[in-house]
């Protein structure tokens, strides 16, 4: 037989810590059976944590950690680029389309301007008709 190693070796944490309350219920009640593992699974991550804590062995990542990426960074930047492309595509689009929108509303306050200048102009003459 092995001689029984320390906790922090072997982070084993026993059914005695854990205790799934999973009585004669309702075989189909799939809902409540995975309650009862997900409260056995945080309880046994709580005390974990805690006999984590009270051996002295660090549990978090350090501030200045950086996990490598799965991606390359020439990667990521090719995607970075296509992403501001189409955005700046987008924007150019939009633009456009602004700029069209623009020109039919000052094509039509124009041909407006046109029509008032002909009916003044009509108002006049017919306004120097009648003086006459």
Partial sequence: PTPALPWPETLVLDGDVVELS?????????????????????????EGRARLLSHGVPYKRPLDYFAEMIKSDEHMQRVKD???FESKKMAAF?????????RKFAKEVQAEKLK????????????VDAVR
């Avoid at 999973?22 to 709580?46: C, I, M, Q, S, W």
């Avoid at 008032?116 to 306004?127: L, M, T, V």
């Fill in 22 to 46: 999973l009585g004669p219920k309702d075989v189909h009640d799939d809902l409540t059976r995975e309650v009862a593992f997900y409260n056995g699974a945080l309880a046994a991550v709580k």
């Fill in 82 to 84: 296509k992403l501001e």
């Fill in 94 to 102: 939009e633009q456009r389309k602004e700029r069209t929108k623009a």
């Fill in 116 to 127: 008032e200048r002909a009916a003044a102009r009509r108002d006049y003459a017919d306004n």
